[in-house]
Structure formats: C-alpha cells, structure tokens
C-alpha cells in the first residue's frame, strides 16, 4: 500500500475560498487543489483523489460545497470518499459557517473567530460567537459527524467575516485555523511527494 497523503478537508469550495486557500497552501509549502473548487462541488470523490495523488506536497488542502442543498448534496458525497479512503489520512476539517436556512450543523471541538481568539462556542457566518458550545450551522456539514476525524475547526465565511479575513491582508483567521489544524496533527510543516502510480 502506498504513503497515505496528509489532507485537510474544507467545507467551502467559492472563489472567494479558492483564492485564500491556494495563498495558505503556498505559505505554508503545502497545495490546495484548485480544482476542487465550485460552488456546488462538481468534482466526485475518485475523480478528488486522483487529483490529491498527483499533488507534488503534503498537507493537501481540498474544497467540498453543497451550495446550500438540503440533505447530503455532491460536496458531502464527494467529502465523504475522500475522507474514507484508504490512501487518504485526514488531518482535520476546516468547517465553515453559513446562514442555512435548513439549520444542518456539525459538532465541532473548536472554533476561531473573527478577531483570532479561540473559542468553544460556534460561530457563525462573519466569524461572530454564535449561542451554542461545540456546533455551527452549515451548508456542507451535515455528514462530519460520521467521520472518524482527529479535529474538527469551525470557521466562518473564508475569506470574508467582515473583511477581517480578507485575501488582501492575508486571510489571517483561515490561516490560524488551517496552523491549529497541523499543530495539533503534529505536522511539522510540508512533506515532499513523489508520485508512483495515481491509478
């Protein structure tokens, strides 16, 4: 059997998202997989792991988006091979906080909110401390809590909250959250790949 590759998974997958995440990935010697993104995912899960083998570093950060779909949409389907595959090891998951109108919520055992602080109440969409401990609200988090995953971290809106995670400032509250993904992983940084066969 192969070296499993080292992936984080994330529940967002717009522009706004891809764009944060592929500067993180760079910063930190890692890769994000630019075409993960959508909004719904179009990607499928063994089309997703095809694409996590041939990236060139570990960790590798990788974008799921229901677009706001009731029940188990093409994000959560293709989050959950992933996530399950055997090649695959998983860090954590970035889970990101939307305004859903269908109330689907995850636990979560952490959250950072908009102005950095870590804290066990959830968060909401501008990256605001919501009223519940351990929970967010989401658009493609329904299926987390059938996963066997060391850390789940919520978030709000990538790239957004108000600006205060912006691209142009370095999307500081992303990258914390993706840093305590790896340091409670033990992570030491990125890993060189060498693809064999991705087949």
Not at 55 to 64: S, T, Y
Not at 122 to 129: A, E, I, N, R, S
Not at 139 to 165: A, F, R, W
């Amino acid at each position: 059997m192969e070296k499993q590759r080292q992936v984080i998974l994330i529940t967002d997958g717009d522009d706004y998202a891809r764009r944060t995440l592929e500067m993180i990935a760079r910063e930190i010697g890692g890769r994000c997989i630019s075409m993960s993104h959508g909004n719904p995912t179009v990607r499928s899960g063994p089309e997703i792991v095809r694409l996590i083998k041939k990236a060139a570093n570990d960790p590798v950060l990788v974008m799921f988006d229901d677009s706001g779909l009731t029940g188990e949409g093409a994000g959560e389907k293709a989050l959950k091979y992933v996530a399950n595959h055997r090649d695959i090891h998983v860090l954590g998951v970035l889970a990101v906080a939307s305004n859903t109108h269908h109330k689907e919520w995850t636990r979560v055992d952490i959250c950072v909110d908009r102005d950095g602080n870590l804290t066990p109440y959830g968060v909401d969409k501008y990256g605001l401390p919501d009223l519940e401990i351990g929970r967010i609200s989401g658009d493609t988090v329904y299926c987390l809590d059938e996963l066997d995953v060391p850390i789940i971290v919520g978030i709000g809106d990538i790239g957004k909250m108000s600006k205060q995670d912006h691209f142009d400032i370095g999307s500081p509250i992303t990258k914390m959250a993706i840093e305590l993904i790896l340091e409670r992983s033990g992570t030491n940084g990125a890993t060189e790949h060498i693809e064999k066969d991705v087949t």
